[in-house]
Nanobody, 126 residues
Framework: QVQLLESGGGLVQTGGSLRLSCAAS????????IGWFRQAPVKKREFVAA????????YYADSMKGRFTISRDNAKNTVYLQMNSLKPEDTAVYYC???????????????????WGQGTQVTVSS
C-alpha cells in the first residue's frame, strides 16, 4: 500500500505562484513514478506532469510546459509541483498519483496510476 498526501494548494491571483507537495509513504519511494493530475468542476481529470522513479525524466502536458516544474526528492519521499504564471483556468483540484508496480512507460494516462491522493484545491482569481 502507498499513501499519498498533497499540500500547498490555496488561493492566488493571476500571475502568481504556488508549490504543491506530494508526500508518500508505504513503499520504497524511488520504486514508482509520480504524476500530477487536475480536475476542474464538470471537467474530466487531466494530466499535468509526471516524474520518473529516479527523477531523471519529466513529462508535461503542453499547456503547462514552461510554467510548471515537477521534481522529486527521494530522500524526503516527496514530489513537488512548482506552478508559475498561474491563470484562472488553472483552477482545479490537484491530485498526485503513483504508478506502483507499473512499468508501461506511459505517464500520461490516468489509468496507468493505481494510487491516488485526496487532492488539494488551487484557485486562481482574475
Amino acid at each position: 500500500q502507498v499513501q499519498l498526501l498533497e499540500s500547498g494548494g490555496g488561493l492566488v491571483q493571476t500571475g502568481g505562484s504556488l508549490r504543491l507537495s506530494c508526500a508518500a509513504s508505504g513503499r520504497t519511494f524511488s520504486s514508482y513514478a509520480i504524476g500530477w493530475f487536475r480536475q476542474a468542476p464538470v471537467k474530466k481529470r487531466e494530466f499535468v506532469a509526471a516524474v520518473s522513479r529516479s527523477g531523471g525524466s519529466t513529462y508535461y502536458a503542453d499547456s503547462m510546459k514552461g510554467r510548471f516544474t515537477i521534481s522529486r526528492d527521494n530522500a524526503k519521499n516527496t514530489v513537488y509541483l512548482q506552478m508559475n504564471s498561474l491563470k484562472p483556468e488553472d483552477t482545479a483540484v490537484y491530485y498526485c498519483a503513483a504508478q506502483v508496480g507499473v512499468y508501461s512507460g506511459n505517464y500520461y494516462r490516468r489509468q496507468e496510476y493505481n494510487y491516488w491522493g485526496q487532492g488539494t484545491q488551487v484557485t486562481v482569481s482574475s
